[in-house]
């Protein structure tokens, strides 16, 4: 009874207010799994590619009813009747029928969402979670979030050229109380701007976005907002940057407009290194251009015993650019964003390149959500440890810490929460 019977998509609104999918896939039983499809401002060039309309007349361009026909046209015809238990098997036909290397046929956009779609499909049918359907009885390990509470880059109207800083509750017992504890420095946060005359409204990812120039600003902002929740910078919290270098990096240079400043591949490794030695930073995400090997083997080098270096645009969750990786030896970690790749089977197949080489994997959103939770249970179904979601605010983001708390509460006495030990370097 676990025949797929009908495939239905729609265009609904992100959270951003652009369009993107909903499909619904729907069981002989009629037991149905729904997934919407995120999307991403700051992207690698390598990803796999959104089918777009391109209609400046409907949605500035941005419609998906391309997409929409792949599904209802090509996809659904080849799917209706086989098994939703077979998810590498029916991610497999939609690979085959795009038939390009990055999905632009079909559009990686209609592909993703049938997969995630398929999956709560054969979750529900079977009446387990959804992290249970894809990781088993072993899934347990509730992630260390990286909350993103001042945004910079693609992200805001300041001056800040990194996109991301992050604080991350390293000294909690539970999920539980790490979620507490970036409330109460989140607010604190809130409260220091508002009271130095900073704006306090929220980017596409929930965290503010003030005035500011520099990193060295912003982070001596994050150890004011920390000490005022009483809590202790570098045991309880740490620091993670996003970089999102490859928007600032051209020809050989990384151009940091906000300090009016260019950094050469090997002074910008200079300067990420005097940050970790400055601040409590554990993680630093993207700190080379997607494209500068050379860089990024330099910075794992420098840095790779002392910091978790994460491969976004670099890796975009692609396991044939992780090899490469893993070959040239660039980073020690590798972020995993479902829609870069395009179905479920592909980047479960990257995770596990990736643990089998002692890379840390973290699991992502996009800075264009939906309400969808799927990476709150993807993160848990792999035991990887660490998410990305965004700040504390925004219900496309709090979706997914809600979704982390509901799942701690079902595990109960079974729910893991590492902390510190999820950053090997930091116990030695």
């Known amino acids: 009874m676990n025949e797929i019977s009908s495939i239905k998509p ?3 609104i992100d959270s951003r207010g652009q369009p993107t999918i909903e499909v619904d896939v729907y069981l002989a039983d009629q037991t149905m799994g729904r997934a919407s499809v995120p999307s991403g401002a700051s992207t690698g060039q390598h990803e796999a590619i959104e089918l777009r309309d391109g209609d400046l007349n409907r949605f500035v361009g941005k419609g998906v009813q ?11 015809p080849a799917l209706i009747g086989m098994t939703a238990d077979a998810q590498t098997d029916i991610d497999k036909v939609m690979l085959d029928l795009d038939g390009s290397l ?3 046929n079909l559009g990686a956009n209609a592909i993703l969402g049938v997969s995630l779609a398929v999956a709560k499909a054969a979750a529900a049918q079977k009446g387990h979670p959804l992290y249970r359907h894809i990781g088993g009885r072993d899934s347990c390990v509730l992630p260390v979030p990286m909350m993103n509470v001042i945004n910079g880059g693609a992200h805001a109207n300041n001056g800040l050229d990194i996109q991301e800083f992050m604080i991350v509750p390293l000294g909690a017992d539970s999920f539980g109380e790490a979620l507490r504890m970036g409330v109460e420095i989140f607010h604190q946060l809130k409260q220091q701007l508002a009271d130095r005359g900073l704006a306090t409204s929220v980017g596409d990812e929930g965290g503010f976005a003030p005035q500011i120039q520099s990193a060295h600003e912003a982070l001596q902002w994050l150890e004011r907002s920390i000490e005022a929740a009483n809590y202790t910078l570098g045991d309880q ?3 993670a940057l996003d970089c999102a270098s490859s928007e600032y990096f051209t020809d050989g240079q990384y151009h940091y407009s906000g300090e009016n400043i260019s950094r050469s591949v090997e ?9 970790v030695s400055t601040f409590p930073i554990i993680s630093i995400e993207d700190g080379c251009a997607e494209d500068d090997w050379a860089g990024w ?17 670099l890796f975009v969750t692609n396991a044939e650019r992780l090899r490469r990786g893993l070959s040239e030896k660039c980073g020690n970690s590798i972020l995993i964003k479902l829609n870069q790749i395009g179905t479920l089977s592909e980047t479960l197949a990257t995770m596990k390149l990736a643990r089998d080489h002692h890379f840390t994997t973290v699991v992502s959103h996009r800075s264009g959500e939906t309400e969808d939770t799927t990476i709150a249970d993807l993160a848990v179904a792999t035991n990887c440890g660490q998410i990305k979601t ?3 605010s925004r219900s496309d983001r709090t979706a997914k810490y809600n979704q982390l708390l509901r799942i701690e509460e079902e595990l109960g006495n079974r729910a893991i929460y590492r902390g510190r030990q999820t950053f090997h370097f930091l116990a030695r």
Do not use: M, P
Request: a negative charge; hydrophobic letters at 35%.
């Open 10 to 12: 729609r265009q609904i």
């Open 297 to 313: 083997k330099s910075l794992t080098e420098r840095l790779g015993d002392r910091c978790q270096l994460v491969g976004d645009d």
């Open 390 to 392: 965004g700040s504390l």
């Open 102 to 104: 990055n999905k632009s």
């Open 267 to 275: 002074t910008n490794i200079e300067y990420l290194e005097t940050l």
């Open 66 to 76: 391309k997409a929409i026909r792949s599904i209802e046209e090509v996809i659904a």
């Open 237 to 239: 919290v740490g620091f």
